[in-house]
């Protein structure tokens, strides 16, 4: 309570920085917040102030679909002054068919969902995988139950999705699938532990078979047959478990990793959720849960823990939680240089956008499509240019935009795979490139804006900022942007593209702030 009156006086004397912060809270503090602005208390480091709607509503829809917002509900937006605004919209992105595709997307990274080489799952399961995936996602299937089919089920990788987690490593060895299954399902890497832990969890996966048929690229993942005698194996707690002859050695694993009580499952999965919408796990990195990598805050990661299995593990409880929280919702500038402050989620940390997230932005603004390609042509790999990237189920499936800035390769399950760092080619790249430049001036919306607002400089301008950036720009902002109209004769469609291009390649553009 201490640390929720602090955070009310220091709201209180701040002074916001407009257009992306306001001076007080639109929504109540919850158990999240008490628990963040307490570690933040005990170190004396001042919260963030809250971000304005317009940030808010750019923020949710990127953070949730991986989409930017229509203008047109930018402004409806803005105009609601319900109480509830922003958990109504939140609520309202996680039913759209964009948040089933931005969040399968992040899945199949960890399950590594690609045709080609080194997991070769070839196309046929891909597609299969992927639609299974989406559909829990839209199913709200809970979390145990989603993990539980992953680690048990048996039959064709083109008939019964699910076995691709299988089919989908790199090794078919029990301790190469025992790792890939500790570090999808637990967050920690398995080289790490001592020898006879490894063996003692591969052996829940050492009688796992693969048998091919006639069916081009089909293949059966099953419970080796030939195998009749019991096993004796231990749990990665130290519990000793005996197997009878028979009985599916990754049904008693999977019983045990999905038990309420598991120190091990519902941990993992919140704060891997928690690094996907705030780019910082509590434990960090959230894919390297070990004893000498503490957790930032404990009680908000026991906190998490409780409410995800008090929910029936229903991942969607989760999401709303953070992104109803004012941790979430607070500005990304920060208002202490303590090098804790960051760690302890005292701001909204900036980060690029995702590259599928960016190429479908630019192409949503220029009203066209991305070429992709495959490194190995098989049937059913062509995609057409006017697909979402972020609903593309194959990581093979690539382009050179995707590859320059940073999708991950799918390889390994590993969240590092993805770069978001910025770089030389990519600042050249979208100021230099003829095709961003051809995609800007052949943009259909540009051409809507300008004929909607009858050629009028400012309203052009005002519709350009709330396009791309999500508000209305600053007086100054206004001002220069007509000064550049104006000068030398320019007409207002060059000065239009060249805003564009100005805005598209602003941080404010291409990064989550």
């Known amino acids: ?20 912060e306001r001076a007080d809270w639109p929504i109540a503090a919850g158990p999240i917040d008490a628990h963040v602005l307490a570690a933040l208390d005990a170190r004396g480091i001042e919260p963030a102030l809250p971000c304005s709607d317009e940030v808010f509503v750019r923020r949710v829809h990127l953070d949730l679909t991986g989409t930017l917002p229509e203008p047109a509900a930018v402004s409806g937006f803005l105009a609601d002054d319900a109480p509830d605004r922003r958990a109504r919209l939140i609520d309202d992105l996680m039913m759209t068919a964009a ?13 590594r969902v690609k045709s080609e080489f080194p997991i070769n799952l070839w196309p046929n ?49 029990p301790a190469t699938i025992a790792g890939a299954v500790a570090l999808s399902f637990m967050g920690t890497r398995l080289d790490a532990w001592p020898e006879q832990q490894r063996e003692q969890m591969a052996a829940f996966f050492s009688r796992i078979a693969f048998k091919g048929t006639a069916e081009w690229k089909e293949e059966i993942v099953l419970l080796e047959p030939a195998v009749t005698e019991p096993l004796d194996a231990v749990l990665p707690d130290g519990t000793a478990v005996h197997i009878a002859a028979g009985e599916d050695p990754r049904v008693v694993f999977a019983d045990w990793l999905v038990a309420p009580g598991n120190e091990w499952f519902a941990r993992s999965v919140v704060n ?30 026991a906190y998490l823990e409780r409410e995800l299995i008090d929910s029936g593990f229903d991942l969607r409880h989760i999401y709303r939680l953070i992104l109803n929280s004012r941790t979430w919702q607070q500005s990304s500038i920060a208002r202490s240089d303590d090098p804790q402050a960051g760690t302890l989620f005292a701001y909204y940390p900036v980060r690029r956008l995702d590259a599928e ?24 790999t062509w ?13 093979s499936i690539s382009s050179q935009f995707l590859e320059m800035f940073g999708r991950p390769s799918r ?15 990519q600042r050249l790249y979208l100021l230099n490139s003829s095709d961003v430049q051809r995609r800007i001036a052949q943009s259909p919306r540009l051409a809507e804006i300008l004929s909607s ?15 791309l950036l999500s508000r209305e720009p600053t007086e100054d902002e206004m001002a220069a942007a007509l000064e550049y109209c104006a000068a030398d004769g320019r007409k207002l469609y060059d000065a239009a593209v060249d805003l564009s291009w100005a805005l598209i390649n602003s941080k404010e553009f291409l990064y989550r702030h």
């Open 272 to 301: 891997r959720i928690w690094y996907w919408l705030t780019g910082r796990g509590i434990i960090h990195e959230p894919d390297d849960i070990r004893p000498d990598n503490p957790p930032a805050n404990p009680e908000l990661l």
């Open 411 to 425: 390889d390994t399950g590993l969240l590092s795979e993805r770069n978001s760092e910025p770089t030389q080619s």
């Open 453 to 467: 607002t009858g050629w009028n400089g400012r309203m052009t301008v005002g519709e350009l900022y709330l396009t």
């Open 383 to 395: 995609v057409p240019e006017y697909h979402p990237t972020i609903a593309l189920a194959d990581g």
């Open 99 to 111: 948040f089933a595709d931005y969040w399968a997307l992040k899945w199949c990274d960890v399950l």
């Open 1 to 20: 309570m201490v640390a929720l009156l602090i955070l009310c006086a220091l709201s209180a004397e701040a002074q916001p920085i407009a257009p992306y």
């Open 125 to 173: 399961a891909v597609q299969a995988y992927h639609r299974w995936v989406r559909d829990a996602i839209i199913e709200n299937r809970s979390y145990d139950q989603f993990v539980r089919e992953l680690l048990t089920s048996s039959g064709s990788n083109f008939r019964v999705p699910p076995v691709n987690f299988y089919r989908a490593i790199q090794g078919r060895d």
């Open 357 to 380: 997230v960016l190429i479908d932005a630019l192409c949503w603004f220029a009203g066209d499509g991305e070429s992709y390609s495959s490194p190995v042509p098989e049937p059913f």
